[in-house]
């Protein structure tokens, strides 16, 4: 591919080019409206940013856990196995509930190793997460490569027309470090040349879709129309939209799919009017113990904050209004579960397969002999 | 039934009762942040207070552009038929899709006779507005008569736990006289002490659901929750919601139902999960001219700055804030239709009908006489 997909562009987060002491993310508190690099040179730099939501989305949180880990022993004049471990118990309670955020810290764990110098296990634990950084970019650049050809097949009926493309909350760049999940095919279809249109839905309550992904796309230069939630099926209906990518938190063995709250949604209304729906995930974030997600994948309530007021720019800054009476309650459900039967597919790392436990055991049945539960209950 | 339901309370627009010359509506600009009753007396002032969205929902665009008749004839001097018509064309231009305001107006037209003195005309004229205005009370009324079986056959299935409904934009009193539409049945059942609880959808972008139904709910005492509009779905799928209830804009012959955008994805759902979709409207926002609803109703599309803004409240004012990045697109469809195939029935001031030729035409069999289309295509 070209200049754009294999530079060092649009990725949200990196080691500073002069200096390895800083690590440098774009500060998402104030996208659209700011653009500013925030610096992290410290563990409680790194703490502060994955709390205050400098940076946010699993796959970018696990990736900053794991230069916090190499920052805390670089500014750390001790170097045993109780200083990398108190910095990996302080820094897994900044997101509770980030999966990446553990399995990261993790990694950085079984890196150290207490019989090495201290400069030996620095130089490793930098190594570790420059390399945790590249898995998740090359993890989302074989996304990018094997949801192509979907983009290319519509392209291919439909031309000099351009691809309408439905997304839904960030599950871009911003979330990752490059390429994102469900960006990754519009990045590589656009840097081929193929005329692309998306719709981005505005994803209240924290409007992730109009203030990142849209963000995003007015970078790379790819048209774009933000849209309310609530349009979404207007539009499928009137043949405005000729596939729905979409990101995903959570995927069980059966193929039905976590997301943000909304996606089951736009799923019905693809499934109606007859439009593919499929979601982009790196095979890290299937839950592999997990059958009926619907019943069993816990939905997180977040701060009712999030739904009575809203943030927005003021002119001069980021502020936040009521939008609701005094006492009228609220309830702010993180995300809902599509159920496999509305995924046309599923795009991983690996190639597409269906929505389904046959579909997913063909790309991956490594993973079906070591899960008990995949075994027992598989055809495999 | 009881006080409440047959008083003078909870009406958006009356006659001041000192002062024939004074109408008063609740100003709808500053709900729910700020109550306050804005004066009509004069011609000007009713094209303003529609303009301005002082009042908004057709019906009561209806009434209060009949009372502007009357207050244009009360405050001239001339009382001839270039004066009467002079106002209805004025009051026409105010808001120029609105139906209901241009039947309204041509109804007064229709009362003015020129042989009258003009205290005999300005008579008439009182009486029509009033009239106008109890036949919407009366209609929702019967809404709210005929739609509180369903809620009271819930209640029956599922008591002690309260009937879960879920509703969407406002189609309450604000948006008529008294009672609402979609409200309507909830009104009656509430003042019935059957315990109801309301989901109210947000209804971005002008957000009617979270500042006006949450408004109308919280004044009667009807417990009830705000979420954003992406969470109905969610709440479909486990079994938080025992009904839907939505109003209509426009309704066809075949029982496709135009209503607020975002309406068509939450009948999706509740189809999705055997739960009831009903809509309440009164007959004469059924368009006996049109079939298919997909096709042939044409969609507004409404400003951009309702989705690139928000207005809400600073603690002092309202005011608004940017919610998207300066070069991204905007659309915003002012509503969808939902196909009758998802609709479960129709509440009318008549009764309930499935949402079909057949179901229409035994309730309002007199219109498809009237109706060439209805007549040429219908089994009557």
């Known amino acids: 591919m070209s200049e754009y997909i294999n530079s060092e562009k ?13 690590i440098e993310v774009i500060d998402q508190r104030y996208l659209p409206f700011k653009q500013e690099v925030f610096s992290i040179t410290s563990l409680e730099d790194t703490f502060f940013a994955i709390t205050e939501m400098v940076v946010r989305g699993a796959p970018l949180i696990g990736v900053t856990a794991a230069f916090g880990m190499y920052l805390a022993l670089r500014n750390n004049g001790q170097s045993n196995l109780n200083s990398v ?3 990996a118990a ?11 955020l553990f399995l990261a810290t993790q990694r950085m764990l079984e890196v150290f190793d207490e019989k090495r110098s201290r400069e030996e296990n620095l130089e490793h634990f930098f190594r570790e997460a420059v390399l945790i950084r590249e898995e998740e970019i090359s993890s989302c650049r074989r996304i990018g490569e094997v949801g192509l050809p979907l983009i290319e097949a519509i392209w291919q009926q439909k031309q000099p027309e351009p691809v309408q493309i439905l997304t839904h909350c960030n599950a871009g760049w911003l979330a990752c470090v490059k390429y994102g999940t469900a960006t990754a095919p519009m990045y590589f279809a656009h840097e081929k040349g193929i005329p692309l249109h998306v719709w981005v839905d505005e994803t209240r309550p924290r409007n992730q879709g109009a203030r990142l992904t849209a963000y995003e796309l007015g970078l790379a230069g790819i048209p774009h129309t933000i849209i309310p939630d609530n349009a979404g099926g207007h539009i499928m209906q009137h043949k405005m939209v000729d596939l729905v990518l979409a990101g995903s938190d959570r995927t069980t063995l059966n193929g039905d799919v976590a997301n943000k709250i909304g996606t089951y949604l ?5 499934f109606d009017n007859h439009i593919p729906f499929y979601a982009a995930l790196p095979s890290t974030s299937i839950d592999w113990a997990l059958e009926d997600g619907i019943r ?9 904050e999030e739904v009575a007021t809203i943030e927005g720019w003021d002119g001069t800054n980021i502020t936040s209004l009521r939008l609701i009476p005094e006492n009228s309650a609220v309830r702010n459900f993180g995300f809902d579960v599509t159920p496999a039967r509305l995924v046309t597919g599923l795009i991983t790392e690996r190639g597409i397969c269906s929505a ?3 579909g997913i055991l063909q790309l991956f049945p490594e993973k079906f002999n070591q899960n008990p539960l995949a075994k027992a209950n598989g055809n495999v």
Not at 12 to 21: E, K, M, Q, T, Y
Not at 91 to 100: F, G, H, Q
Not at 266 to 270: E, G, I, P, Q, S
């Open 10 to 22: 649009d990725c949200s987060i990196r080691v500073s080019p002069g200096d390895r002491g800083i």
């Open 296 to 304: 069993n994948i816990p939905v997180e309530e977040r701060s009712q």
């Open 85 to 87: 471990e108190y910095a």
């Open 90 to 100: 302080y820094l897994n309670a900044s997101r509770p509930t980030a999966v990446n």
């Open 356 to 358: 389904s436990r046959e």
């Open 266 to 270: 736009k799923a019905l209304a693809a």
